[in-house]
């Protein structure tokens, strides 16, 4: 198994946490998406991934692309240490919450939107920094609010295990860090976020414990 990473990447982050949660050890294959102009966009990925983003995970030959669709196929390739939920209304729940950060969020505010916004668009590096304060607030505003009124949260973004959803909550918080956005606004996220890095396999996951960490 070989996994196309990039240490700073949130997408192949969660992927990296899902891997340690499952006790697998795949080779490391980074994909520097800054040198040359980016590896990602070089014509030697893009035969892996036509889209040229990361992860890319390959499993004996068979490529799988997209990091929510990599975290579902290893849970149900290696089903020890289930990310989802047994019951249909859980396993909606916690899709819901990671595609609420997966899906409506970190698209707003990633590497080639933030690049384009500075580049084509010609905002000022004040303006892309308030645009990625923006959104990233909104999206954990709004999982803030999911999370604390829900019974079903506990330790974790769904009950006394972390999942799927807690895959994606904390490379989010990683990356809001990283741009120092107050955090305080959103108690419950950092609750679980604080449970997670707790575990060793988020620790593990890290991005300053990658081979390719600068």
């Not at 149900?76 to 990310?83: D, F, G, K, V």
């Not at 950060?101 to 920094?129: F, Q, W």
């Not at 308030?130 to 330790?155: I, P």
Request: aromatic share 8%.
């Amino acid at each position: 198994m070989k996994l196309y990473t990039y240490f700073r990447s949130s997408a192949a982050y969660r992927v990296r946490i899902a891997l340690q949660l499952k006790g697998l050890q795949p080779q490391m294959l980074p994909v520097h998406l800054l040198k040359g102009g980016g590896e990602q966009l070089q014509p030697a990925y893009r035969a892996i991934n036509p889209s040229g983003l990361v992860p890319a995970l390959d499993d004996g030959g068979q490529l799988i692309t997209q990091s929510l669709a990599i975290i579902e196929y290893l849970d149900e390739t290696h089903p020890a240490t289930p990310l989802l939920p047994a019951d249909p209304a859980g396993r909606a729940r916690v899709r819901a919450l990671a595609q609420m950060i997966a899906c409506d969020t970190h698209p707003l505010a990633n590497l080639r939107v933030l690049r384009y916004l500075t580049g084509p668009m010609g905002l000022s590096e004040e303006t892309k920094n308030a645009w990625y304060v923006h959104w990233v607030s909104e999206g954990l505003r709004g999982l803030e609010a999911h999370l604390a009124r829900d019974a079903a949260t506990g330790s974790f973004c769904h009950g006394e295990q972390p999942g799927l959803a807690d895959c994606v909550l904390v490379p989010q918080v990683f990356n809001a860090q990283r741009f120092q956005i107050d955090l305080t606004p959103y108690p419950t996220v950092m609750r679980i976020h604080a449970a997670c890095e707790a575990l060793p396999a988020f620790a593990a996951a890290h991005p300053s414990r990658q081979p390719d960490t600068e």
